[in-house]
Every structure is written in C-alpha cells, then in structure tokens.
C-alpha cells in the first residue's frame, strides 16, 4: 500500500519564486531515493504564492526516512524563512475496499 501526500505552502509576498525554487531542487534527490514514487510541485493558479507538493511513497517508513534526509533539512530551512504560514502535510492511503 502506498502512502500520498500532499503538503501546501504558501510563501511570503515577494517570496514566490524562492519557494517554487526550493521545491522544484527537491525533485531529483526525492525521486533518487529508494522509497519514492513520485513527488511534484504544483503552483496554484488561482493563488501563484500557494505551491502544492503531491508525493507517492512506498510506505510511512520510507517518508521517515526522507525528513531525515540532507536535502529535506536544507528545504525546511529555507522554508521557515520564507513560508507565511506553516506548511501543511496530508497523508492519504486507497480507501478500505479498493
């Protein structure tokens, strides 16, 4: 069973690009990790400041391990500089009987 997730950000005026920077440099070290499937950042358009991230990882163990990750730390640095609000996390699974 794989575990979604979808974390939204939103970033501080005049921040927009900062954050679609930061999360775009954390595509190809995620994807290289043994327990991700797929990870991508969204803009929303409606609302450029707001940037969703959708992953797909292979279980809770293997997203442990990427908050534990060099690249994950680097990211949240920059984010609590930037973000205007904390970013939210959503851990979805398939719904009982799929």
Known sequence: MSLIVVAECLAEPGQEDRLRTAL???????LEEPGCLAYRPYTDLNQPARMVIVEEWTGPQALAEHFTTPHFHHVKQVLDLILAEPMSIRKLTTAAGE
């Not at 775009?24 to 995620?30: G, N």
């Open 24 to 30: 775009e440099a954390m595509i190809e070290p995620s």
